[in-house]
């Protein structure tokens, strides 16, 4: 088994990693790793090394600067698909694009995973009164 304090082994991993498109398992098994410890709380727990993390980032940093694809080209692809749904009048299509640029920027997340709580307090709802008059009987 591959020691993680190793900095050949973070690089190979990363390598793995990026190469088996973020499945953190299969990369931890394709370097050697028992594949019941990959799949373990303890081998997912080797993706929140700060070095592991900075090993990913930069290899995946090297990659876009070598293949020139950038959020920026998403993004007009994004919004190229948007436009062409509007055209042909497809909601659910133009919904998709919409939310593929909002996941492009972290729009997606949930914001109830901050730290902080937010309670909101409704005031009570009083019942509408209602003006009424008696209407005496004319026959």
């Known amino acids: 088994m591959p020691t993680i304090t190793n900095r050949g082994t973070i690089n190979i991993l990363a390598e793995a990693f990026v190469r088996l498109n973020g499945c953190k398992s299969g990369a931890l098994a394709d370097i050697g790793y028992a594949k019941s410890y990959a799949r ?23 990659l876009r600067a070598e293949k020139g694809f950038t959020v920026d080209d998403c993004h007009t692809l994004y919004m190229d698909a948007y436009k062409q749904a509007q055209a042909l009048k497809q909601p659910s299509a ?10 492009l920027y972290g729009l997606d997340k949930d914001n109830s995973l901050s730290d902080r709580v937010q309670i909101v307090i409704m005031p009570p709802i009083s019942p509408k009164r209602a003006e009424s008059e008696v209407i005496e009987n004319e026959m």
Do not use: C, N, P, Q
């Not at 303890?42 to 090297?62: N, P, Q």
């Open 40 to 62: 373990s709380v303890k081998g997912m727990k080797i993706y929140e090394r700060e070095d592991v993390k900075t090993a990913i980032h930069a290899l995946r940093a090297k």
């Open 94 to 103: 133009a919904v998709s694009a919409a939310t593929g640029i909002a996941r």
